[in-house]
């Protein structure tokens, strides 16, 4: 099992900065990847950025250039950057982790955090 433990949203005018942490906990050595997902009202949850264990990111057309994904292996930690911000980003946004145990793939996800940007 993967405890993940999300921080940072809050109320944020556009054009200003965030940044989440997720600090994961539990079974962590088996995590094979990372990342952030977002849902706004009446929207389906998307993929805003991950990282995988070799340190690649991908991320949404959305936000390239606006936001970075980061670790901290010895926090346990990863981390969204989040400047330029714009109403459209307008949502909670969920870390998640996937773990690989031999041909099953695990997903975990956390209790989400708000992040509004007011126009």
């Known amino acids: 099992q993967v405890q993940l433990v999300e921080s940072g949203g809050g109320l944020v005018q556009a054009g200003g900065s965030l940044r989440l942490s997720c600090a994961a906990s539990?079974?962590?050595?088996?995590?094979?990847?990372m990342g952030w997902y977002r849902q706004a009202p009446g929207k389906q949850r998307e993929l805003v950025a991950a990282?995988?264990?070799?340190?690649?990111?991908n991320y949404a057309d959305s936000v390239k250039g606006r936001f970075t994904i980061s670790r901290d292996n010895a926090k346990n930690t990863v981390y969204l950057q989040m400047i330029s911000l714009k109403p459209e980003d307008t949502a909670v946004y969920y870390c998640?982790?996937?773990?690989?145990?031999?041909?099953?793939?695990?997903?975990?996800w956390g209790q989400g955090t708000q992040v509004t940007v007011s126009s």
């Open positions: 998640n982790a996937q773990r690989v145990a031999g041909p099953e793939i695990y997903d975990y």
């Open positions: 539990g079974s962590i050595f088996s995590i094979n990847a």
């Open positions: 990282i995988i264990s070799g340190g690649s990111t």
